[in-house]
């Protein structure tokens, strides 16, 4: 069996995520490949070196550049903050490696649109984190739709908040700059769009409202010097999808009380579906004519779910997710899977995106194709 290598960039929250992800891959999944975690890069090299010999990683580099010039790492994993995932994945391109990036893509449309061309052009698979997608319950309400038993689809509804933003003490990150991040809407709105766009599909048009609520936050935790934000602390929009349904989308990062709120639900003529990721081991169904709505429980006649557990009850976590996402890159490296969010399908979230920022700005709808 044939090595293929992993390199991972980063070595914070998502960092120790990925690594987390491709030990339990080939522990739970019988792969195509034998995994090795060939390198791992961080701008700190002592951390780099500890967080390599921890996680099982054979070397470390304290210069990203030669993890993507590794010869021995076939697979680049981006978990930095977002400004460096374009010179990370076009540098990762340009050696011919698979990349498998974080959400979001870029921090502008004509990054993310360079990042997809040019991996096209190279002909390398390509991944992007949108990891929710990989819950076998997801997937079952995907089947659900395609099996025609809501009806038409005529309405989505979905939110994703959290609070750890709400606090106007909370101190200013890279996260408050338009050039490294992009607010809300892209730290939490990037999934829901995602995923408004997997179950539903394509949308053509928008309109949409962003706030800045705390314009300034402290320069650093405890400081009295403040330092202006100019990032989106929510968003609101509405949607018109092109099979005709309408549809509303959300994000905060203030809202109190929520730490992994992406909940949607999707209507139709048929029936109505309905989904909260943080109870992600369940969705509620009502079709038309009962009373109200009966739980759907994750179990193992899901294969996603039987991977990890032969007995229902056990429930999924966001670990095993980000599992299940791997696999899917590792089968579509090695040339037997198509199912995951690739540049492309992530380039039109971002166009998605953009159209939203530019529907608030200019108070008006925006059709998608025009951005």
């Known amino acids: 069996m044939r090595e293929l290598g992993i390199g991972l960039i980063g070595t914070g929250f998502m960092g120790r995520a990925h690594a987390l992800a491709f030990n339990n891959a080939r522990t739970v999944f019988e792969l195509p490949v034998s995994l090795k975690l060939a390198a791992l890069a ?13 996680w099982g990683f054979a070397q ?5 550049h030669a993890l993507v010039n590794d010869p021995t790492v076939d697979v680049v994993a981006i978990t930095t903050p977002n400004h460096l995932h374009y010179p990370m994945a076009m540098a990762a391109i340009a050696a011919g490696k698979a990349v498998y990036c974080e959400k979001p893509l870029a921090v502008s449309l004509e990054q993310a649109d360079a990042m997809r061309r040019a991996a096209s052009a190279a002909g390398v698979v390509t991944r992007v984190g949108y990891n929710y997608q990989h819950n076998p319950m997801i997937g079952w309400a995907k089947q659900i739709i395609a099996n025609g038993e809501l009806g038409e689809i005529i309405s989505f509804q979905g939110e994703f908040s959290e609070d750890f933003m709400a606090d106007p003490a909370s101190p200013w990150s890279w996260r408050c700059e338009v050039e490294h991040a992009g607010g809300a809407l892209a730290d939490l709105g990037s999934h829901l769009l995602s995923m408004a ?19 300034l936050r402290p320069a650093i935790k405890g400081g009295d010097t403040l330092k202006s934000i100019a990032v989106d602390d929510q968003v609101h929009a509405l949607l018109r999808f092109a099979n005709g349904a309408r549809g509303t989308v959300s994000s905060s990062w203030l809202k109190h009380g929520y730490k992994n709120h992406l909940g949607f639900e999707i209507s139709g003529t048929q029936g109505t579906l309905a989904f ?46 980000k599992t299940l996402e791997v696999q899917e ?3 579509a490296v090695t040339g037997q899977g198509a199912d995951g969010s690739d540049f492309e399908a992530a380039w039109a979230v971002e166009r998605l995106a953009t159209a939203i920022r530019v529907a608030a700005r200019e108070q008006r709808w925006v059709n998608i194709n025009a951005v």
Request: aromatic fraction near 6%.
């Open 42 to 54: 961080d701008a700190d090299t002592e951390r780099a070196q500890r967080c390599a010999n921890a």
């Open 60 to 64: 470390a580099h304290g210069d990203w």
């Open 197 to 215: 766009r997997y179950l539903v599909g394509d949308v053509v048009s928008v309109c949409a409202d962003t706030q800045t609520v705390h314009a």
């Open 276 to 321: 909260d990721q943080e109870r992600l081991n369940e969705l509620r169904l009502c079709r038309k004519g009962q009373d109200g709505f009966q739980r759907l429980l994750a179990g193992p006649a899901l294969p996603g779910y039987a991977a990890f557990s032969p007995a229902a009850g056990h429930q999924l976590g966001y670990n095993e997710l």
């Open 329 to 331: 890159l590792i089968m």
